[in-house]
């Protein structure tokens, strides 16, 4: 228990984090090269999931041990979410699951990913109205809208629908990252 | 005669010289930074305090809210932003448990505790038409039971599971507590007889008729409504006199002179108003204006109250 | 009698335009609101208690509550055009009301989900006026163990839901309530998984979770299909549903709603709670159990006749004893806290204008909400004639600004990124995304009284308290069943 303990926070629980992400990528490689290809991400997810439960399982170590304490639910979740995720590869090896969908545009999802996290951030610095119009006109863009006045015209109407009913009639305070001190 | 001459010039003087202030500090709206969503009891708190303080500048004021983490969220907002003096914050006494409890790394040195505004004394509340509802049926219960009483209440380790600790200490007795995701559905199971006792403020049972207070943690009986419930001092148990959940509201530190007193003056004609003292008397409160070297000697103590007792509990290292 | 003319004097309060056009403003704002994922019900009204603070007492409550019964009903019209849940309750809704969109069928899906929010909602008024007090004091008897066991009985849907997979199915409820797990532990005070982050204190909020998992990550899908081509849906049609088909819904209908009204009378269940569990309890006892969650008009009436009525039932400890039964409850508590009035069985002695007045209002909010339904309902639709290329942008920028403003945290906005990103890869290798929402709601309720029951008695009370014990049983059974019935027709 003092071992487990001692992965539940700190460098240990930071060294075991880093452990599973190296596991997961070997496991990755070793699909991916040595058959069971077409499983890939079916393989995939249940194992993330059960290496989210190893880091959750050893962090409940830090909690006050109690009857009915904090530590019990947590730990109830963890071992069925462990015990299904190892039927659903079970049905995989003995083939009875469903392959992985034919892979679609995934770059697309991904460049789609990255423009969202852009967006995250851009609000936070060049505050929401500005970022948002650019993303929107971006995004429509990207997806192949002709006409770029309809581009324009539904960036500005979102900009000024979300300035009226978000900051002026609902009071919520949108980031307006360095303009703040302009209003 | 003369001495209401004397008085009425000073009143002008003095008037005269504060408007004189007025003119120059707030240029533009003031943000009232609320810890709870609109329509928590901070909200209504601040809307209440903003359309009083109103009729006594022409700044206007701006509720904002910045929920999260029990408060740490909104304090972290002050930090970041300038001490200009046009953001205050409110803050009640469990912010301070938050700060503790989340283990952020707030300085309360680097802020300004202002205006403690009402002092609302910690109180013990059962249910009436249970068999245990008094003081002297609490304890002889608590002792027969032997550690099987059941008080209910919000969260562990906030203000009212530490005072309950603290009864529990001083009346020698042992119960068990427990916890609730808020004072309502606490004491909608007091209500339900799922539990004998609740620890909160005398406002709880305004609306309620089915709870009563038993016992109030005060120097002297409060008046109104509550004139017939009897402090710890009088069923006999020792060191509950004052015992409150007080709130206020604080700001940066490094308040311009002029700012600072700006506040200092609106505080005071606030906390002077009919209206506001009649709000906050009516929720069973006292209306108080303790200004910050007195506020930040409660806010260093109920810090160190709190960090003694979340190491007890386990809940902090 | 004498409730009837407490209530002629409700109806008498609303004379006048004033009152009428606070309705209507409330029912416009509530099913906009509604519809817009992020300003879920409680949080609509919330954003508005300000905007009340200047109106006279009576009318500013008359235009919260009024929203917030049309806001469960708007929740079904993103839910139904773009599988985009506007609402908690509405992710629900979204399961066979999208498909009929796909299907072409739009119209009925918005229809069945008008009429069936219309008699829900009044469903649950009425039983809130005429039973609030008795029924708040049957409330209040449930112990801990109940409210576990109800909690459980919640869990116990998921067998319904998982279309092909049950298994998936269980591991997507169970990684929900792992991350509800996630924050503040309010029974003990310990801070859990929460890395050390102020933010992560208070958890994830359920709804950047909720429009992340499913409005982001179906255009996530979408985008990964994506053809080049700016494809509208081909036939969009705006019929309402036949006489017949209301017909063959209404017994539905009126179980869903006293299903609902009960639900939604326990402090802290809800209008989630009660879609699940009535969509659950419909689908068991329907004729063609086979097309749920591929356009079953009985399960869209299910879902919101469920939700909708579930305001009246939550209204009922609200107003009969001044405890708040849902999150939008405890921002009605507040709004009259503002106005110097104190919900609870003295505001009928003294206030009965305005307990009157709000049971009056809710009334006629409901056919206000039927009347610019019908007619809303053209326009929504058009919705889905927006082209895809300028629709999935917004979507997306909605979904922002809607995680932002709950809590005005820039956190909950990359939650719903992140909850985004986990909701497509669980949708592409077929794991419901329902189950996540529903473990999320249901993960305090069954965690807190699990533990406050075991506090107050020992892990005998759930065989010893008789009402926790059966329900008990019948979730176990309920849950069991799919599972038997499946190993029974594979044996043949």
């Known amino acids: 228990m003092g071992l487990l303990a001692y992965f539940s926070e700190g460098t240990g629980l930071a060294l075991l984090i880093a452990g599973l992400f190296i596991a997961l990528a070997l496991l990755a490689v070793v699909v991916l090269r040595y058959g069971k290809r077409e499983y890939f991400g079916q393989i995939m997810a249940p194992s993330s999931l059960i290496g989210l439960c190893i880091v959750f399982f050893a962090i409940t170590f830090s909690f006050p041990e109690e009857e009915a304490g904090p530590r019990a639910v947590p730990r109830l979740w963890i071992f069925w979410l462990c015990v299904l995720s190892s039927m659903v590869l079970i049905q995989i090896f003995r083939r009875k699951a469903a392959k992985d969908p034919a892979p679609g545009r995934l770059g697309f999802v991904f460049l789609m990913i990255a423009l969202l996290t852009g967006y995250y951030f851009a609000i936070q610095t060049a505050g929401y109205f500005l970022s948002t119009f650019v993303f929107l006109a971006l995004l429509m863009h990207i997806l192949g809208y002709k006409n770029k006045w309809i581009i324009y015209a539904v960036s500005t109407g979102w900009v000024i629908f979300s300035y009226i009913v978000f900051y002026r009639v609902l009071y919520i305070q949108l980031p307006l990252g360095y303009f703040e001190n302009y209003f | 005669m003369n001495k209401i001459a004397v008085f009425m010039t000073v009143v002008a003087i003095v008037s005269g010289s504060v408007a004189n202030v007025w003119a120059k500090f707030p240029e533009k709206p003031i943000k009232i930074v609320v810890y709870t969503k609109p329509g928590g009891a901070g909200d209504v708190f601040s809307r209440k305090f903003a359309a009083i303080a109103k009729q006594y500048t022409d700044a206007n004021f701006v509720v904002i809210n910045k929920p999260g983490a029990g408060g740490v969220m909104a304090i972290k907002h002050i930090l970041k932003s300038p001490a200009d003096g046009y953001k205050l914050a409110f803050v009640t006494r469990s912010n301070i448990g938050k700060i503790v409890s989340t283990g952020s790394n707030i300085d309360i040195e680097k802020l300004s505790w202002m205006a403690l505004m009402v002092s609302d004394p910690e109180a013990i509340i059962t249910l009436k038409k249970s068999p245990i509802n008094t003081w002297e049926q609490l304890v002889a219960d608590a002792k027969a039971k032997n550690g099987k009483q059941i008080w209910v209440g919000p969260a562990s380790g906030g203000n009212d599971h530490i005072m309950a600790m603290k009864i529990w200490e001083a009346a020698g007795i042992k119960t068990k507590w427990v916890p609730y995701k808020s004072g309502g559905k606490a004491m909608a199971a007091l209500m339900g007889g799922h539990g004998v006792a609740y620890v909160g403020n005398p406002q709880d049972v305004i609306g309620r008729p089915d709870l009563k207070v038993a016992v109030i943690s005060s120097p002297a009986r409060i008046g109104g409504d509550f004139s017939g419930v009897p402090t710890f001092k009088e069923l006999g148990v020792k060191g509950l006199d004052n015992e409150i959940m007080w709130r206020g509201f604080m700001a940066k530190k490094g308040l311009t002179k002029e700012s600072y007193d700006f506040y200092m003056e609106l505080f005071k004609k606030v906390n002077q108003n009919p209206k506001w003292r009649e709000h906050i008397l009516k929720g069973g409160a006292t209306p108080v204006f303790y200004k910050e070297d007195r506020f930040l000697d409660i806010v260093r103590q109920d810090q160190a109250e709190f960090t003694a007792t979340l190491k007890k509990l386990g809940a902090i290292k | ?492």
């Open chain 3, 1 to 492: 009698m004498e409730l009837f003319d407490s209530i002629l004097m409700g109806f008498g309060v609303l004379a006048g335009w004033k009152p009428i056009v606070v309705i209507i403003t409330g029912v416009i704002v509530g099913i906009l609101a509604g519809a817009m994922p992020g300003l879920s019900p409680s949080t609509a009204v919330a954003l508005l208690v300000p905007f009340s603070y200047t109106m006279p007492p009576g009318l500013a409550l008359i235009l919260l509550t009024s929203i917030y019964i049309a806001s469960n009903y708007g929740g079904s019209i993103t839910a139904v055009l773009i599988n985009t849940p506007g609402t908690p309750s509405a992710s629900v809704t979204a399961l066979d009301g999208y498909p009929l969109t796909q299907q072409g069928k739009a119209g009925k899906g918005l229809g069945i989900a008008l009429i069936a929010s219309t008699i829900g909602g009044g469903a649950g008024v009425l039983i809130l006026i005429l039973f609030a007090v008795p029924l708040a004091r049957i409330a209040l008897k449930f112990s801990p163990a109940d409210y576990f066991a109800l909690a459980l009985f919640g869990l116990a849907t998921v067998a319904s839901m998982g279309r092909r997979n049950v298994l998936k199915a269980m591991i997507a409820i169970l990684f929900g309530l792992l991350i509800k797990t996630i924050g503040i532990d309010s029974i003990s005070g310990v801070s859990r998984f929460t890395f050390g982050s102020d933010a992560l204190y208070e958890g994830f909020s359920l709804i950047p979770a909720l429009i992340g998992l499913f409005a982001i990550s179906v255009v996530f899908s979408k985008i990964e299909q994506w053809t080049g081509l700016n494809c509208v849906l081909s036939k969009v049609d705006n019929k309402l549903p036949s006489f017949k088909e209301f017909l063959k819904v209404r017994m539905t209908i009126l179980r869903s709603s006293i299903i609902g009204t009960i639900i939604g009378i326990f402090p802290g269940a809800g209008a989630t709670i009660a879609a699940f569990i009535s969509y659950d309890v419909t689908k068991r006892t329907s004729t063609e159990p086979e097309m749920f969650g591929k356009g079953s008009m009985e399960g869209v009436a299910a879902a919101e006749a469920a939700n909708s009525s579930s305001v009246g039932g939550a209204l009922v400890p609200l107003l009969a004893l001044g405890i708040p039964g849902s999150a939008t409850d405890a921002v009605l508590l507040g709004a009259f806290m503002l106005h110097d009035l104190v919900p609870g069985p003295l505001l009928f002695r003294d206030s009965p204008e305005i307990v009157y007045g709000i049971f009056a209002a809710l009334i006629v909010a409901n056919f206000v909400m039927l009347i610019l339904g019908l007619f809303g309902n053209r326009m929504f639709i058009r919705v889905v004639s927006i082209p895809d290329a300028i629709l999935y942008p917004l979507i997306l920028a909605i979904g922002i600004i809607g995680s932002f403003a709950v809590n005005s945290s820039m956190f909950d906005v990359s939650a719903c990124i992140g909850f985004g990103i986990i909701g497509w890869i669980f949708k592409r290798y077929d794991y419901p995304v329902a189950p996540v929402v529903l473990g999320i709601v249901l993960g305090n309720m069954v965690e807190e009284n699990f533990r406050r029951a075991v506090i107050m008695d020992g892990y005998g009370i759930f065989f010893r308290d008789k009402l926790a014990f059966t329900v008990l049983l019948i979730a176990l059974l309920s849950f069991i069943y799919p599972f038997f019935k499946q190993w029974r027709t594979r044996k043949r």
